[in-house]
């Protein structure tokens, strides 16, 4: 039987979904509504495309007010401001390149460009919704009811790291580089052989935005992580990127083998770690399932509770000290965690925690087939 808190946020969901839902015209219902099988729903990117769905430039005050409201359902309270921080930082990614990105279109910077879609009928027993732009990808599974995926969840940030009036930078995602670099910095030299694997770090997570993962998948380049294919000029403008970025990091083709997937995960498993260095990873992680709403975390926590994080593997790659290239990875059974802060003077940073069995709530929804279908073999 599902939490009952779990079962009460599935509700608070469909609710504020079934309400922006109502207020759409016709080409606005259809830009929204997806079916809950199609393809789309577990095509997903993290790079300023067009994410798919209704962008908040397409709406009126109304619906923009109810997209936030079902975002800040999904998400924690931290979570939420995160995000927010996030889409504030496409200002001043603007001026920083001097009010002059186009991508293709009128602005390539831009706040409102930012995308809600709904899969399936939100009264409905199963359905899911996603949110995302640059830098910001969510996604929530229902079943039966039931919140069962939240994840893919990717954050990022560029400028990692901006100038505020006052001693303390404006650092939407520093805390979780911090809190990984506190726990690389107390490794032994025994146990950081175990754990730094590369002295250069990948430029982009490895896992990039694929739907599912393999066995040597190797980090992408960048303007593979687009929809569609990149006009020339601007293929080519990423492409240069791309390579310039490896050579500032030293990272080789050999790097990159290194850093690959593998369901077997790479790293130091937690077993090794002492009590004070398990508990900081565990801290570590809680930050990661701690973006999505209590009544949701708390089941992703239990996965690496107590013993169950013994499995967990911390692995690092690139400079272990304050402003260098870097990246880190946690890997347990299914779960999957990824920072990078390797570009743009390490000032640039990519993060997602992903399930690798349940994303988009699979594991659970081909159980959930499998019982239906079992129940209609027993009714016939």
Not at 175 to 204: K, M, N
Not at 226 to 255: I, P, Y
Not at 316 to 329: L, S
Not at 350 to 375: I, P, S, Y
Request: proline share 5%.
């Amino acid at each position: 039987m599902a939490d009952m808190a779990r079962r009460e946020l599935a509700a608070r969901m469909a609710e504020v979904a079934a309400e922006l839902s109502g207020t759409c015209s016709p080409a606005q219902h259809e830009a929204l509504r997806w079916p809950f099988d199609h393809e789309e729903r577990e095509t997903w990117f993290y790079t300023p495309t067009d994410h798919g769905g209704l962008s908040l430039l397409e709406m009126s005050p109304t619906q923009h007010r109810l997209t936030h409201k079902l975002l800040a359902t999904g998400l924690s309270h931290a979570g939420y401001v995160t995000a927010n921080a996030i889409i504030t930082l496409e200002n001043l990614l603007d001026q920083i390149e001097g009010w002059s990105q186009s991508f293709g279109r009128e602005r390539a910077r831009d706040p409102l460009l930012y995308w809600i879609a709904i899969f399936g009928d939100p009264s409905d027993d199963s359905w899911a919704w996603r949110f995302g732009g640059h830098h910001i990808s969510l996604h929530f599974t229902i079943v039966d009811g039931d919140v069962v995926g939240t994840t893919p969840c990717f954050f990022g940030a560029d400028p990692a790291s901006s100038p505020l009036l006052g001693p303390h930078p404006f650092r939407p995602l520093g805390g979780i580089e911090d809190l990984a670099r506190d726990l690389v910095h107390s490794l032994s030299d025994d146990q950081r052989r175990l754990t730094v694997l590369s002295p250069a770090p990948p430029i982009d997570i490895v896992t990039a935005n694929r739907t599912t993962l393999t066995e040597g998948d190797a980090m992408l380049s960048i303007p593979v992580v687009w929809r569609g294919r990149l006009e020339e000029s601007l293929h080519h403008f990423m492409a240069n990127a791309d390579a310039h970025f490896r050579g500032v990091v030293g990272l080789t083709d050999a790097h990159v083998q290194d850093l690959a997937f593998s369901r077997r995960p790479k790293g130091i498993p937690a077993s090794a770690l002492d009590d004070p260095q398990r508990e900081m990873l565990r801290s570590l992680l809680d930050l990661y399932v701690g973006r999505v709403a209590d009544e949701a975390a708390d089941a992703q926590a239990a996965k690496y509770a107590g013993d169950r994080l013994h499995d967990v593997h911390f692995l690092w790659a690139g400079g272990t000290e304050t402003g260098d290239p870097m990246y880190y990875r946690l890997q347990g059974a299914s779960l999957m965690v990824e920072y990078e802060n390797a570009v743009r003077n390490a000032n640039h940073v990519h993060t997602v925690w992903r399930d690798l069995d349940n994303d988009w709530g699979r594991d659970v929804l081909a159980e959930h087939h499998a019982t239906h279908q079992h129940r209609d073999r027993h009714d016939h």
